[in-house]
């Protein structure tokens, strides 16, 4: 059974500064993986999406690396600003399967 | 606003009252999905729609009841829900026979509260 975990579950840093995001998960036979953004009780918003094949996904300010291997994932934001202040969400899509695995999330606070 | 768009956007409903949650895509895919998000608990995926055939049930119980008319629409018809029911209800679609994606885009949710 695929578990994803994201540590911490919460985060809080200083506007400006560059942070990194950690996503595990168990089952390292993937088919892709996926970073969300989660306003308070607004639905997801898809922000970048990693095939398994692939080590890395970029748009603007966001970066998400993938290591099949050792089961991790990384998102990171350069140069924080207040509006990043959401929960991120990491998800996995096994092989053969159409089931999202959820982690539990980062709730990342940005003080200005 | 995703091509994805869910109503009511919140529902408070009694024990015994019956209602139904709707979803709608615009983005030409043929898969939907709903999912729950309690407090404090990781999204948990409800039913998978492929091609209007209901594909997965991940053990819900039969109070809740999908209903999938075409590939652009699906809803969740609610009865007899219990107070632990209450929870954002989640709808996301995909294109999984698209290779190299089956990315998934979501609504904004409903807000349910069961009295």
């Known amino acids: 059974k695929q578990e994803v975990t994201q540590i911490p579950a919460a985060l809080s840093v200083p506007e400006g500064e560059n942070l990194v995001l950690n996503c595990s998960f168990t089952?390292?036979?993937?088919?892709?993986l996926q970073w969300f953004r989660q306003d308070p009780g607004k639905g997801l918003t898809s922000l970048l999406l990693i095939q398994s094949s692939q080590r890395e996904q970029t748009s603007g300010r966001l970066n998400a690396s993938l290591d099949k291997s050792s089961g991790r994932s990384t998102l990171y934001i350069a140069a924080s600003q207040p509006g990043d202040s959401a929960t991120y969400l990491c998800?996995?899509?096994?092989?053969?399967?159409?089931?999202?695995?959820f982690g539990t999330g980062t709730r990342l606070t940005i003080i200005p | 606003e995703t091509g994805v768009t869910q109503t009511p956007r919140h529902l408070v409903m009694g024990m015994t009252n019956k209602k139904s949650l709707k979803c709608e895509q615009h983005l030409g895919h043929n898969a939907m999905y709903w999912y729950k998000q309690s407090a404090k608990k990781p999204l948990e995926l409800m039913f998978v729609?492929?091609?209007?055939?209901?594909?997965e049930n991940n053990s819900v119980p039969s109070r809740f009841s999908p209903e999938c008319p075409n590939s652009s629409h699906l809803f969740l018809h609610l009865h007899t829900l219990q107070p632990e029911d209450s929870a954002l209800y989640l709808c996301a679609s995909s294109h999984p026979g698209l290779a190299g994606d089956n990315e998934q885009f979501f609504g904004p949710g409903t807000r349910l509260t069961v009295l």
């Open positions: 998800a996995v899509l096994l092989f053969g399967n159409e089931k999202l695995t």
């Open positions: 089952d390292s036979a993937i088919y892709n």
């Open positions: 729609y492929n091609f209007k055939e209901q594909t």
